[in-house]
């Protein structure tokens, strides 16, 4: 009976869209969870590495939380993902019966139905239908980032952010760095309190060895394939710049209080040219430029052996900051954060989304999320083509990346030649926008 | 000097030497097969020496005594950290002069998504760090079978004999912490990050940072209790930990205090090391909350027998 009355509670809470009442509406209250010890249903869509912390870290917070459906494309991987969870200190808190264990491209749709928040963490290409989804059913979300991988797919998570927030649905991604003390810190002291100045000028990186490669199997089609090595593939990650950049793109932009309007850039393929790696570059190097004219200078690249670095950079008339580290113009340190007890950002997204959920404060992510993803493709667009490409242009962009269909057989639209080899953009002569 | 410069020759012509080999004791470097590396190691005589700290030192902790006189044989010990261009050899086995003679046997860490050196430099002599301690007794196996010396990670007793080299104070060159910044980087002088290994100066015995910098791995599991077991002139021998964690730090790095990076100070690994990894299951590899653990490569003079060397380089218990 409580379950029902929850269900109930969260889908009239969700009907009363629009309302400013809604918020003050005494339904709403934490005595109203306390006194139920409710239990909050979670489900969680994609089942990989990723997926499987995100739930562990949502069974984790203090709420009444319980895991009660999963869903992937693949068997394998929802399989071993139950398997870590039942086993790992979040054990208890897991209740997925083999009904509710959905396995293909429809599947997130059911286990949906049967949760109050849903963890949306399957390669990046298929967030906004998830989203969109989510929102239609009224749940509350987390969502990995990148939020989608192209233009059409971003305006429809802008659109379904606008509703969830009219559904008063809470809503946190997975840029954790906003959820990180020495962040948060960092923030406190640059933007409230101006400890750099103005910020004139700003730089970020994620220059790295690279990620994972899963090579073919005999008897993959090609979807399968590509779904496997979803990391190579642009519909599915977005690149390098979208899918691990996107965090210090982000960073920047959310110092800044903004977005680009547009961006020039360089990128390519030097070091990873096997046939292994899919379709996507190993280095971009953008020059972000915002309203005010202000320059970020961004790069990525996963080569192994050259210099790594991943940070972010403020330049301001007064001095500079990194996270957790504030300098005068000269390069002295001014402030300096010491994180020796600092709670895991990956934790801390969870428990502010439960602490929402339950005390009924809004969070809403979605946006942020989006425009952070779209600043990361409008860098994607002007490195592929190698012109300047305006963030209005950027984000009406027609090109959907996604299949046609998503079924098995279906084939992408990036294709191997006859040698196994993927159509790399070659700048000047590239269509990205 | 004719020994040192034999023993580097035998280094270099990369000569599987039998275990029953005499071994001339002196330093030599290392050159490693296929790589344009090598690395340096210093002589630590046989010996006896207190171990632990006297119950009079300040800011000693309850798991550093009472102290016990501990017996143990001689060993190489290298005189700096091991540095991340090294690592990233054995990461990457596309960085090697000839990927195809790469040493397949051993398995290599996987590619992490984070950074793991957060920023605080790669190239160019920086002292690894966030390596589990599987990853750091993997980069001992990998280096075994190229080099085919039996390197592997000091003891908790050889690297507190190493680290005192014959003092009996707190650090190496006394009780007084001031003077600390002339040997060490920690929390006051590091600016928030380590730095190039052996850049400050070195103890009696030639070894660098080890105080400060990056903390060091030990091969020991770590007890609490370990001076109340220890029996007065025990011989003190390579035991394998039953457990993941804990597993005994030492040395201190440079977010520590003073009092952190003293020869006696004992540090137990934990979960906590590797909680902001964010998929699960969680890297055997990495540890992603431990920029300031690295580690430093030993050899015992006297080589043990094959099987005690593969029974040093099984894996791990896993994570649970």
Known sequence: ?433 | MKLTFISAMLASLLIWKPTVEKESFEPYTETIPNTKHKFEMVCIPAGKFLMGSPANEANRNEDEGPQKQVELDAFWMAPYELTWDLFLVYQNRELEIDPQKAVDAVSRPTKPYVEMSFGQGKNGGFPVCNVTQYSARSFCKWLYLKTGHFYRLPTEAEWEYAAKAGSKTAWSFGDEAGQLGEYAWFFENSDGAYKKVGQKKPNAWGLYDMYGNVAEWTSDQYTADLFKNLKDGEKFSLKQPKTLYPITIKGGHWDSDPQETRSAARWPSSAKLKQRDPQIPKSDWWLTDAPFVGFRLVRPLHEPSKSEIEAYFAPPPKDK
């Open chain 1, 1 to 433: 009976m409580k379950d029902i009355n929850r269900r109930n509670f969260i889908k009239n809470a969700a009907l009363a869209t629009g309302t400013s009442v809604l918020a003050t509406s005494p339904f709403m209250s934490s005595a109203f969870y306390h006194q139920s010890a409710d239990e909050i249903k979670v489900a969680l869509i994609g089942c990989g590495g990723r997926g499987t912390g995100a739930a562990f870290q949502a069974l984790s917070v203090k709420e009444n939380v319980k895991l009660v459906a999963m869903a992937d494309a693949f068997r394998d991987r929802l399989d071993s993902s139950y398997e870590n969870l039942t086993k790992g200190k979040a054990g208890a808190r897991v209740d997925v019966p083999e009904e509710h264990k959905f396995v293909g491209f429809d599947a997130y749709k059911k286990a949906m139905q049967l949760a109050d928040v849903v963890i949306l963490t399957t390669p990046p290409g298929f967030r906004p239908i998830h989203f969109e989804e989510a929102v239609r059913q009224n749940k509350h979300i987390f969502m990995e980032k990148p939020v989608a991988t192209d233009a059409p797919g971003i305006r429809r998570v802008l659109d379904a952010a606008e509703v969830a927030k009219k559904k008063n649905l809470k809503v946190v991604v997975g840029l954790q760095r906003h959820y990180q003390t020495s962040y948060l810190e960092t923030y406190k002291r640059v933007i409230d309190q101006g400890m750099i100045g103005d910020i004139v000028s700003a730089r970020c990186y994620w220059n790295n060895d690279g990620v994972w490669v899963k090579p073919r199997q005999a008897g993959m089609t090609e979807m399968e394939y590509q779904m496997r090595n979803w990391y190579y593939f642009v519909w599915l990650c977005g690149d390098h710049i979208a899918e691990q950049h996107i965090h210090n793109i982000d960073v920047v932009n959310w110092f800044k209080g903004g977005y680009p309007t547009q961006a020039i850039g360089i990128g390519g393929r030097e070091v990873r040219k096997g046939k292994e790696y899919g379709e996507i570059f190993d280095h971009h190097v953008v020059e972000f430029e915002y309203a005010d004219g202000m320059i970020l200078n961004s790069q990525c690249r996963h080569q192994p052996g050259t210099v790594a670095n991943v940070s972010e950079h403020l330049i301001g008339t007064k001095g500079k900051a990194t996270e957790g580290r504030i300098m005068d113009l000269k390069g002295n340190t001014l402030w300096r954060h010491r994180d020796r007890d600092d709670i895991n950002p990956y934790q801390q997204e969870h428990n502010y989304l439960f602490n929402c959920i339950v005390n009924d404060i809004p969070v809403n992510d979605a946006e942020r999320g989006a425009m952070s993803t779209m600043t990361s493709i409008l860098g994607r667009m002007a490195t592929y083509s190698g012109k300047k490409v305006t963030m209005e242009e950027a984000l009406a962009s027609d090109i959907s990346l996604a299949p046609e269909a998503f079924t098995w057989d279906t084939l992408p639209k990036s294709l191997p030649d006859e040698n196994g080899f993927y159509k790399i953009p070659v700048p000047g002569k590239f269509q990205a926008v």
